[in-house]
């Protein structure tokens, strides 16, 4: 991920999330942005149960992965309730970027913890990352981030999501401008312009892709491997990261955390690899860390160890 990403990802090579076909229908995700910004949040959170009873009894594959996941991060097995809480979990924060790309930030009550992190890394105008996971919201930290009069900028392999992210583009076009598409020849460049403009960039750094560098990591009592290539992007761009994670805690809720990470602006050569390798076991033990935390705010609904 340090040089341009290929402008598509080989699919006999490409891991299982990769190669998931999206189950969203496009007519429905419509309507349901049209019902919550019409009718209302309220009405909108009540059609969640059917959807989330639907994916639960047709999606077995996820939902057999979800099972796995949550019977590790609660040391208990997972049932089907625990299954829905998790889907419900992810519905609503989808449900919510919704409000979050048409500037409804002040309708939600947001806790920022370590504010004072990202305003002491931007205060060069250099910029900087912000390392992140398919975990909670990211929209809720690009909201937060504009309220402090920042823009955040995220990188991310859409392919697999394409219906979703033309619903959501049609609601507030700049904003989902924002999104630095991973797998085109120009990703790293437009990280890089973005940085060099003092913008803040977020990578999610718990998906792997087939072909580029990983670190096995233990994690949630296994062995998994996570990529590189965030980390390494950071380093080779000289530039500052901290973690974040946007939890969701129900309702209207939500908490920002925010962690000073590392730096690699004076590690070059050799000294890189393991210095990267290091971080990246840092990265996993604090994302199992906010996983304990809310147990049903990560969402890799596949055979993430395998």
């Known amino acids: 991920m340090a040089r341009p990403v290929d402008s598509q990802i080989d699919r006999q090579r490409a891991p299982e999330w990769v190669d998931r076909p999206e189950r969203s229908n496009t007519l429905v995700m419509r309507f349901m942005a049209w019902v919550a910004l019409a009718l209302g949040r309220p009405v909108a959170r009540l059609l969640l ?27 208990r097995k997972a049932g089907l309730a625990d299954s829905f809480r998790h889907y419900h979990t992810f519905a609503s924060i989808l449900l919510d970027r919704v409000f979050l790309l048409h500037d409804q930030f002040s309708r939600f009550d947001v806790r920022i913890h370590g504010a004072d992190v990202i305003d002491e890394m931007v205060m060069g105008g250099t910029g900087c990352v912000l390392l992140g996971a398919h975990f909670g919201s990211f929209e809720i930290v690009r909201a937060g981030g504009r309220a402090r009069g920042l823009k955040v900028s995220m ?75 965030p980390i390494r992007v950071a380093a080779m761009l000289k530039r500052p990261m901290a973690l974040m994670f946007g939890l969701y805690r129900g309702g209207n809720r939500y908490e920002i955390h925010i962690e000073r990470f ?38 890799n ?6």
């Not at 959501?168 to 020849?185: F, R, W, Y």
């Not at 990703?187 to 670190?215: F, H, N, P, Q, Y």
């Not at 590690?267 to 994302?287: C, T």
């Open 155 to 229: 990188v991310m392999y859409e392919e697999n999501a394409r219906k979703v992210g033309a619903v959501l583009e049609a609601i507030n076009p700049d904003l989902q401008s924002e999104i630095i598409p991973l797998g085109t020849v120009d990703s790293i460049l437009r990280v890089e312009a973005a940085l060099a403009r003092g913008e803040v960039v977020g990578m999610l750094a718990d998906r792997t892709l087939k072909g580029r560098g990983t670190v096995t990591c233990h994690f949630l009592g296994e062995q998994a491997c996570f990529p590189t290539g």
């Open 49 to 75: 149960y059917p959807i989330c009873l639907y994916f639960l009894a047709f999606s077995p594959r996820a939902r057999s992965a979800s099972s796995r996941y949550l019977g590790r991060v609660l040391g």
């Open 262 to 299: 590392a730096n690699l602006t004076q590690v070059d050569g050799r000294e890189r690899d393991p210095e990267i390798e290091n971080l990246m076991r840092r990265y996993a033990g604090r994302l199992e860390h906010y996983c304990r935390l809310a147990p049903y705010n990560w969402f």
């Open 301 to 306: 609904f596949y055979d993430f160890w395998r």
